[in-house]
């Protein structure tokens, strides 16, 4: 065992492949390129014990040498949103309310430093450095000019968001097959405060409190 995979507890693996080009998000996860994207899902709780049916949520990522791609398709029963904000700036405190979050750490050696990106169902965001040696350990005045967009599908019951992050912004010169990151994929869903609402991690983080548990990251690998 390495001894960057030897600081991590988490195995879980999610597949990114190459998009043929860079495209512009716009929330909709029908068309052909997310086609070839290896999909995953959860529904349990952070702790990876509770399963929320309601809350089943798919995830994919795609890639291209400039900017990394995610995808989130959320069922939902209520959405718990803020209303009347300016969509053009970013929301404080945005997990508080219903949202979809990616923590990215593209150098895994340094295992406390990383990257967090939120989007809400009505397109708020909010992006933030994160590094836990220091206080406070999270930077809002790091930017990284992520594009994203979501789309609400009141019919269904589902909300769907798409991410476009520059990998220049998390100090990546450009992502090539055989990369290996470290990710951990969140959701928050429901009405209520945090012990009523549904809190969902992709890789399980056991008699977790927070989701700031970097050792339980799981691994995105970018293949052609």
């Not at 999909?39 to 309601?54: E, I, L, P, S, T």
């Not at 599908?153 to 992502?175: F, K, L, N, Y």
């Not at 970097?214 to 995105?220: D, I, K, L, Y």
């Amino acid at each position: 065992m390495s001894k960057t995979m030897s600081l991590y507890i988490s195995d879980l693996e999610i597949v990114s492949k190459r998009a043929p080009q860079d495209f512009s998000p716009e929330g909709n996860l029908d068309k052909p390129v997310w086609r070839r994207a290896a999909w995953q899902r959860f529904n349990h709780d952070m702790m990876g014990q509770k399963r929320y049916a309601q809350a089943e949520t798919e995830v994919a990522t795609l890639w291209t040498p400039a900017n990394f791609y995610l995808a989130f398709r959320a069922h939902y029963t209520a959405l718990n949103l803020y209303e009347g904000e300016n969509p053009a700036a970013e929301k404080w405190k945005l997990w508080e309310r219903d949202v979809v979050e990616a923590f990215i750490n593209p150098a895994p050696d340094r295992v406390n430093h990383y990257y967090e990106f939120e989007v809400s169902p009505n397109n708020l965001f909010l992006d933030l450095e994160i590094d836990k040696s220091k206080t406070p350990f999270n930077d809002p005045k790091w930017d990284s000019h992520f594009e994203h967009a979501t789309h609400i599908d009141s019919a269904q019951h589902i909300w769907s968001c798409e991410m476009r992050i520059p990998v220049t912004s998390m100090g990546v010169e450009r992502i090539a097959a055989g990369q290996v990151w470290r990710i951990n994929l969140f959701r928050a869903d429901g009405l209520g405060d945090d012990s009523q609402r549904r809190l969902l991690a992709w890789s399980p983080i056991p008699r977790g409190t927070t989701f700031h548990a970097p050792e339980r990251f799981g691994m995105v690998r970018f293949e052609e």
